[in-house]
């Protein structure tokens, strides 16, 4: 067992962490691609007689519909994929996502069926949000319990780059929509091609997550019928207080990280210091390219020196670019590409999450509580944190600045924490330190 956890990756490793990875994109790419072209939905799912601003406030409803039921569809499927299988659990979040995201793209509007256009694309945006909570939880559990110990780190990073690919993989292709057709013609049909691509790939790819396996583990775990005998929230929620709290605070750095650095700073940029709209999206690519390979960086630091000391070097990586970026980007605009693409790559820090809480919660309730803490916690500072950032504004325009810089200390004060006092099990021998 200890030369196998020493061992590199083979064949049947890459196969499992490539197709963990392409899921994973394409789940984000089919979770965010609705904001890309909320404007236009808005104005073919609603009355055209409604107050503009009304019609922006439903369409924005309907997607944090999305965020608000990924608690409970992960939940659900933590529950099932502790209980009954990794894999299982694996393929029918892909298959729950691509089926409501090709059904957007095919959903007639509000001029055929009236209001059971929005309806239906507020109960298809629900499936896509409980499908994202059960989908992130269940790769990061299927590829750490079937690759090495000492790989997991690079495992989990990979995994978590995924996820950016899938947002820069739904910028790209609304740029390409949006250079390819006229605005009469994305309102005409143009805007439905995004959506069915997803769906498509999603078919496509939860097809070639059958010649997945089961992990080892759950496979042992079930021989030995060591699979747990109550609920598996219930032992999480009473048994693992403190794993559940360091891994939601985890959360809040990977959430409020990549929402604040990648996806409010074009706007930012744009607004306090003037910079045009298509050399801020293009400094916002970049910053995404940087931020993929940051979260390999992350992975693979975890497994040479372990978290504590990932996450306290890198969240000072993290406060250091994060402040020289957003304090001299006005008056250094020269240094926009370069400084924004250090900023994503130290936001790459938290390709190192995954990390910590594979390893928090024993085998048989991994799951569950990787899914409760993970789920609860984004849905709070995932929303949150747009709202908090643009009320601090109000005070200075640096809010950016000091809200990562909050983050920052956190992720010190976790590394340390880490390294002193946080016990975790892994493959079910008891561990006492991440140093």
């Known amino acids: ?17 490539s197709l963990a990875a392409l899921g994973g994109a394409l789940e984000f790419y ?8 909320a404007a236009v939905i808005g104005n073919l799912f609603f009355p055209a007689d409604i107050p503009d601003w009304l019609r922006q406030v439903q369409t924005f409803s309907i997607f ?28 029918l979040s892909i298959l729950l996502m691509a089926l409501p995201t090709l059904a957007m793209g095919l959903l007639p509007t509000y001029d055929t069926l009236g209001i059971t256009a929005p309806v239906l694309l507020l109960l298809l945006r629900v499936l896509q949000g409980a499908a994202v909570g059960g989908e992130v939880p269940g790769a990061w ?25 899938g947002i820069l993989l739904g910028s790209v292709v609304a740029t390409l929509i949006n250079k390819g057709f006229s605005p009469h013609g994305i309102v005409a049909g143009g805007w439905r091609i995004p959506f069915l691509l997803g769906g498509v790939f999603g078919l496509i790819t939860m097809y070639l997550r059958r010649w997945l396996k089961e992990t080892p583990i759950f496979i042992e775990l079930e021989a030995r019928k060591a699979l747990a005998r109550e ?18 605070l985890l959360t809040w750095l990977l959430s409020a990280g ?33 931020l993929i390979a940051g979260c390999l960086s992350a992975g693979l630091s975890a497994d040479r020196f372990g978290a504590s000391k990932t996450f306290v070097f890198g969240s000072v990586l993290l406060a250091v670019c994060s402040w020289v970026f957003y304090r001299t ?8 590409f370069a400084s924004y693409a250090l900023v994503g790559y ?13 390893r928090a919660f024993p085998a048989a309730v991994r799951f569950s509580g990787i899914s409760f803490s993970y789920n609860v916690a984004y849905a709070i500072f995932g929303g949150l944190t747009p709202i908090f950032v643009t009320l601090i504004m109000a005070v200075t325009p640096l809010a950016p600045a000091y809200y990562i810089l909050a983050l920052s200390v956190i992720g010190v004060l976790l590394g340390s924490w880490l390294r002193r006092d946080f016990a975790y099990r892994d493959r079910g021998e008891r561990v006492d330190s991440y140093s």
């Open 1 to 17: 067992m200890k030369a196998d956890n020493m061992r590199r990756l083979n064949w049947q490793d890459y196969q499992t962490l």
């Open 30 to 37: 089919d979770f965010i691609i609705f904001v890309f072209f």
């Open 64 to 91: 944090a519909a999305g965020y608000l039921a990924r608690p409970l569809g992960g939940i659900i499927m933590a529950h099932f994929g502790d209980s009954k299988g990794r894999k299982k659990m694996f393929s």
């Open 141 to 165: 559990v299927f590829v750490a319990e079937h690759v090495p110990e000492k790989r997991i780190g690079f495992a989990c990073g990979m995994l978590t780059a995924g996820l950016t690919i």
């Open 231 to 248: 609920l598996p929230l219930k032992a999480v929620i009473v048994n693992h207080k403190k794993e559940v709290v360091v891994c939601m």
């Open 258 to 290: 990549i929402v604040v650095v990648i996806l409010m700073t074009p706007a930012w940029l744009q607004k306090v210091y003037g910079i045009a709209t298509a050399q801020a999206l293009q400094a916002n690519s970049l910053a995404t390219i940087a």
């Open 329 to 336: 980007v006005g008056e250094h605009p020269h240094w926009l």
């Open 346 to 358: 130290s936001v790459g820090v938290v390709g190192a999450v995954p990390y910590v809480m594979v």
